[in-house]
């Protein structure tokens, strides 16, 4: 039986690939990324950039997914998840960062949760 209450934060939207937006995008939903997006973006939803994509952005969102370009600073309540194509810099704050085999990663993390031990520790 379908919802017919069902709230604005599980609505979806795409930019799809081809546009390019600068400015200031704000949403109550999901969204994904499949063009080119530089300024603010405040999402109530999960943020999502696809695999072509470019984000240069503030980014506000209740979790993440990357899988093309961001260079910027991105809060996050949730998780922050970076896939095997994704190039990721600038600042991430989130209640959790998850990182695939093969993406390329130059962040400063501030969050909450605790680094795995090895990860506390100087290689040298």
């Keep these: 039986m379908a919802n017919p209450t069902r709230s604005s ?4 939207s795409t930019l799809g690939r081809g546009v390019a937006i600068q400015g200031r995008i704000s949403g ?4 994904t990324v ?3 997006v530089e300024g ?3 999402i109530e939803g999960e943020f999502r950039i696809a ?3 470019e984000v240069r952005a ?6 993440a997914r990357i899988e093309g370009l961001f260079e910027g600073e991105l ?3 949730g998780i922050v998840h970076a896939g095997p194509q994704a190039s990721v810099s600038g600042t991430i704050r989130a209640g959790a ?3 695939d085999p093969g993406a390329r990663i130059t962040v400063q993390i501030d969050s909450d949760f605790d680094l795995p031990p090895e990860l506390g520790k100087s290689s040298r």
């Design 75 to 77: 809060n996050a309540g």
């Design 58 to 63: 503030r980014v506000d969102a209740a979790s």
């Design 51 to 53: 695999d072509d994509a």
């Design 34 to 36: 499949e063009g080119t």
């Design 40 to 42: 603010e973006v405040a």
């Design 28 to 31: 109550g939903g999901d969204l």
């Design 9 to 12: 934060n599980t609505e979806s």
């Design 97 to 99: 960062f998850t990182v």
